[in-house]
């Protein structure tokens, strides 16, 4: 990847984390399927979800806090293999 790859702008763009995905009979009952974005006084709007299985929505709300971290985590590599040339 590149350092231009690695850049975080979409992520930075999203609504704030964490997203948590809340399933209809799974987490609660009644009302729909949604992403809810951010917590406390950094809840944003929440998305609501039609058209994908559980699985690929979980994937998604989870995708907010993963991408970040993975990201971090190519960085501090990188630094390591730096330190060793």
């Known amino acids: 990847m590149s350092e231009l790859e690695l850049q975080e702008t979409r992520a930075a763009a999203a609504q ?3 997203w948590k995905f809340w399933v209809e009979g799974r987490d609660f009952d ?3 399927n949604f992403i809810q974005t951010g917590s406390g006084a950094e809840r944003g709007e929440d ?3 039609s058209g994908a299985t559980v699985a690929d929505q979980d994937f998604m709300a989870a995708a907010r ?3 970040p971290r993975l990201l971090a985590e190519v960085r501090r590599l990188r630094a390591l293999l730096n330190q060793t040339k």
Request: hydrophobic share 25%.
């Open 16 to 18: 704030p984390g964490p």
């Open 47 to 49: 998305i609501e979800m």
């Open 65 to 67: 806090q993963d991408i």
């Open 30 to 32: 009644g009302g729909s």
